[in-house]
């Protein structure tokens, strides 16, 4: 089944503890995206990858970290979490061709995320 | 830089009725793509409907229809004949193509939250 998975799906941690969530695709997608979404501004692009090795910063991108060393994974690393990354966090990728289709964004489960 | 906005944070419909969500964008680009996607209480997004600028032809999925008036830059998602599983959240999305090159960003709008009455 194609499909975009997170792990994990909730997380409560404490402040200043590294964390990692991950994100796989399994539909040889160029184009990999994170996102945080909070209540009443929708959805802020946090990192995204064009490609292997080939990463760029979304409008929300302080406090976090992302690699691309593999076409099908793009993992998300808060090196000292604050409450203020308290959110729900969305991994999306896409095909990365010309036409709709290769820009449509599929997006995984969502991880929530709790910073105390 | 784009922007995306939804003006209308919560709306209601009446099961079997029709309701327009509005969204508006700003942009200099000539060529992009717009989406609507659907957040049911489960969180999982969900494409609606796409819509590339290029293409007069506004975009339908069965019950859903856009009004894409690019022009204005606005895009409106109408939903026809309103079930009880449409509640959820919507957001509108603006993209540059992938192919396009350069920044690669995309830009959600705030969201509308649909109430469906029985």
């Known amino acids: 089944e194609a499909q975009v998975t997170q792990n994990p799906r909730y997380l409560i941690t404490v402040t200043g503890k590294k964390l990692t969530v991950t994100c796989s695709q399994n539909?040889?997608?160029?184009?990999m995206s994170w996102y945080r979404q909070d209540p009443g501004l929708g959805l802020r692009q946090i990192y995204y990858?064009?490609?292997?090795?080939?990463?760029d910063k979304g409008d929300v991108p302080e406090g976090y970290k992302v690699s691309r060393k593999e076409k099908r994974n793009f993992p998300l690393i808060l090196e000292s979490p604050s409450p203020n990354q308290t959110s729900l966090y969305f991994c999306?990728?896409?095909?990365?061709?010309?036409?709709?289709?290769?820009?449509?964004?599929?997006f995984g489960p969502g991880t929530r995320l709790t910073v105390l | 830089a784009q922007t995306v906005t939804q003006s209308q944070p919560e709306m209601s419909v009446q099961e079997a009725e029709t309701v327009t969500l509005s969204c508006t964008y700003d942009?200099?680009?000539?060529?992009?793509?717009l989406f609507w996607y659907k957040q049911p209480p489960s969180r999982q997004m969900i494409l609606v409907i796409r819509q590339e600028a290029y293409k007069q032809q506004n975009a339908t999925e069965n019950r859903f229809s856009v009004n894409f008036q690019k022009a204005a830059k606005s895009f409106s998602l109408k939903i026809s004949d309103s079930q009880l599983g449409d509640a959820a959240m919507y957001f509108c999305?603006?993209?540059?193509?992938?192919?396009?090159?350069?920044?690669?960003?995309?830009?959600f709008g705030t969201g509308t939250k649909l109430q469906v009455i029985p």
């Open positions: 942009t200099s680009e000539s060529d992009y793509y």
């Open positions: 539909m040889n997608h160029e184009y």
């Open positions: 999306a990728s896409s095909l990365g061709t010309s036409g709709s289709e290769g820009n449509e964004q599929f």
């Open positions: 999305a603006y993209r540059r193509p992938i192919y396009s090159g350069g920044y690669q960003k995309v830009t």
């Open positions: 990858s064009m490609n292997v090795e080939v990463t």
